[in-house]
């Protein structure tokens, strides 16, 4: 669990310092810094999904992952109750910061494949990545969201315990083809996040969140078929 303690830690340090630049930032450049983690949202969504479209080896599913895994997210409406949570803690839009960063955090090769490299094999290179990574990110989002983004390393350590707990069972089950289709829904989900961060359009990132998961029933299921098929 070092690699994802390191990570966890590098959060909260990001976190913290970009927590004490934000103090001394007037509105107008806190302004600019919204737009900055917007755009970089954006872009961080649209290489995922460039990477892994032309390796996806289900042309649309990632299209009916979207949808619906949007429209259980709406029916449940994870979005409206995350914020409430949120807004009980914080009068500003926390909410929308901490999605994005969860998202960023979570969703990425380094992230899930990380936890489980480092519980098979002890190597922990990819956690070191990503901590270097989540570190300037933290750094950027805590500037313009505040103290409060620590909350996302709580997350993040929860997430990558869980898989590397779960390590010896998940190994088989994440196939390349199923990590491809994970991170290009993935990249649209940051896309999206984003694309709210700039105002352009809200669209309650965190109600796609089930969106993740379809991929993975999908690929289950293909399992179960050529199991019961070649049997």
């Known amino acids: ?12 340090v990001g976190s913290v310092l970009g927590g004490l630049l934000r103090r001394g930032i007037k509105d107008k450049y806190r302004d600019a810094l919204y737009n900055a983690m917007g755009l970089a949202a954006v872009g961080i969504g649209v290489n995922a999904i460039c990477a892994n479209m032309p390796k996806s080896g289900y ?13 259980i997210g709406y029916v449940i409406d994870i979005d409206d109750k995350f ?7 914080s ?7 901490l999605s994005t960063g969860i998202l960023m955090y979570c969703i990425g090769t380094l992230s899930i494949l990380g936890p489980i490299n480092s519980a098979l094999n002890g190597d922990n290179t990819y956690l070191f990545t990503n901590a270097t990574l989540d570190l300037v990110t933290s750094m950027a989002l805590a500037s313009t969201y ?6 996302a390393a709580g997350v993040l350590f ?5 898989i590397y ?8 089950v994440l196939s ?9 829904v993935g990249g649209f989900l940051i896309a999206a996040s984003g694309l709210g961060i700039l105002k352009i359009k809200d669209m309650k990132t965190l109600n796609m969140l089930p969106s993740l998961f379809v991929p993975a029933i999908w690929f289950a299921l293909v399992a179960l078929y050529d199991v019961v098929v070649g049997g």
Request: aromatic share 8%; proline share 3%; charged share 5%.
């Open 146 to 151: 505040g103290f409060g983004m620590a909350i």
């Open 59 to 71: 042309p649309v599913l990632f299209i009916i992952s979207l949808a619906l895994g949007s429209l």
């Open 158 to 162: 929860c997430w990558q315990g869980l």
């Open 1 to 12: 669990m070092i690699g994802t303690i390191v990570n966890v830690g590098m959060i909260l």
């Open 165 to 172: 707990l779960c390590a010896g069972w998940l190994e088989p």
């Open 176 to 184: 390349g083809g199923m990590m491809t289709e994970i991170s290009l």
């Open 83 to 89: 914020n409430r949570l949120v807004g009980k803690f």
């Open 91 to 97: 009068k500003s839009n926390l909410g929308q910061g």
